[in-house]
Every structure is written in structure tokens, then in C-alpha cells.
């Protein structure tokens, strides 16, 4: 069963909300927002680069600690965090996204080796390019080699969950970026 659920910042929760948050067995953390055009940090509009970090990483940890305390009493879920190949180093006129994309790998790596002696499995994906709206792609120009169409990924990045703790998502991805990003089992 899936059930969107809408947690605010501080919100105290209610039980019904707590007895959901404590019974899933599986996060996708893959929220994810990303300047419009590329600009050096002064030139973005006011506030964005910590809206940026609220978004991509603050709501993740915040995910994670409400659902986390579940799985470990159960000894059983998956946790998917949602990072990008523009973590792997800092990246000029970019500055804020590939930053929160980077601590995003380093946290879920470190999280996979903490939880590794338990049935929570935590999954990093680093994709590079897939046809959405953050990335300014739409479907036509999606050519499944190097703008991935959003159902092939997909499709393959499932197969992936519980299984892999870093991985791209899909076979084109690993093939532009073995040198950096082999997918390493749990
Ligand atoms: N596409 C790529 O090439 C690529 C490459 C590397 C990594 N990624 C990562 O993949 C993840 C998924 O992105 P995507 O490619 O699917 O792009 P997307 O289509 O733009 O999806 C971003 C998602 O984040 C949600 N979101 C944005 N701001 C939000 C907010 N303030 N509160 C709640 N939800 C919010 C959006 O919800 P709404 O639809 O309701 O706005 C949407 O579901 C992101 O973490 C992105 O950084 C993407």
C-alpha cells in the first residue's frame, strides 16, 4: 500500500501519522530542486542556495529519522537515497546543489555501514542524466544513451533496491562512469 503522507518541519505527529512513519518498509528519499540556470552563488535568487539544502538534504535526514527507529525495531526495510553524479566533485556555478548532492553520498554510505550488520538495508543511487524536469529535459530529447527516458531508469533502478549501496540506477550510467562509480554490493 502506498499513502502520501505529509510531514511538516516540527509538526508534532499525531498517532495515526507515527503508527504510519513506524510501519513503512521502504524510503525513497528523491525529492529534489536545483537552480534554474547556471550562476555563480551571488547571482542566484535570494535565498535559494539554503532552500536548495533544506530540500535536498535536511528533509532527507529528517525522512530518515522519523522512519529509521521502525525498521530497526523490525529488523527489516530499505532506505533509497536519491543523490547525483554532480556530488563526485565541487562544481563552479553550480556550488549548492552538487554540495548537497555530495553529502547526500557521504551520509548514505556511512548510514549503509552503520546498519550494516542489520535487515536495514540504505541505498545510494547516483544517477547522471534522466529526462525530468530538474534536469531541463523532457521525454523527445530523451535518447536513452546518455538522457536516460524516466521509464527506463526507472524500470532498472527498481531492480536495484536492497541490493546494491551505491550504484547509478542503470546500465548506461555505470558505462559513462566506471572510472568513478562502481556499484558496490551490500
Ligand atoms: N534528472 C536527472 O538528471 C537527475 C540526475 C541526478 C540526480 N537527480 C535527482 O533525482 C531526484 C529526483 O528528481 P527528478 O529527476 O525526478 O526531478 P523532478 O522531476 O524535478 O522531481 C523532483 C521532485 O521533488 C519534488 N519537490 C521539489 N521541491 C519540493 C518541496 N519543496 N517539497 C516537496 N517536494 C518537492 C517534486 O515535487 P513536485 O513534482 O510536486 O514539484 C518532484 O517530485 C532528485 O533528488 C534529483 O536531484 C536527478
Redesign the pocket.
Known amino acids: 500500500m502506498i499513502i502520501i503522507l505529509t510531514v511538516l518541519h516540527d509538526e508534532r505527529l499525531s498517532d495515526k501519522k507515527l503508527t504510519i512513519l513506524m510501519s513503512t518498509i521502504l524510503l525513497v528519499n528523491?525529492?529534489?530542486?536545483?537552480p534554474e540556470r547556471i550562476a555563480n552563488f551571488a547571482e542566484l535568487p535570494p535565498n535559494l542556495p539554503s532552500k536548495i539544502i533544506r530540500?535536498?538534504l535536511m528533509?532527507c535526514i529528517k525522512m530518515i529519522e522519523l522512519i529509521l527507529p521502525g525498521m530497526l525495531k523490525r529488523d527489516a526495510g530499505v532506505i533509497v537515497n536519491?543523490?547525483?553524479?554532480?556530488g563526485w566533485r565541487p562544481l563552479p556555478y553550480m556550488s549548492t546543489?552538487p554540495a548537497s548532492?555530495a553529502a547526500m553520498s557521504f551520509f548514505s554510505d556511512t548510514l549503509t555501514d552503520e546498519f550494516g550488520h542489520t535487515n536495514v538495508k540504505v541505498n545510494c543511487l547516483i544517477?547522471?542524466?534522466?529526462?525530468?524536469?530538474?534536469?531541463s529535459?523532457n521525454e523527445e530529447e530523451a535518447n536513452d544513451i546518455v538522457v536516460i527516458k524516466?521509464e527506463t531508469y526507472a524500470r532498472q533502478a527498481v531492480r536495484l533496491i536492497g541490493n546494491y549501496r551505491i550504484s547509478t540506477g542503470c546500465l548506461l550510467h555505470d558505462i559513462q562512469k566506471t572510472d568513478k562509480i562502481l556499484s558496490k554490493r551490500l
Open positions: 528523491c525529492v529534489g530542486i536545483a530540500v535536498n528533509s536519491v543523490s547525483s553524479v554532480t546543489y548532492k544517477p547522471l542524466l534522466v529526462a525530468t524536469k530538474i534536469a529535459y524516466t
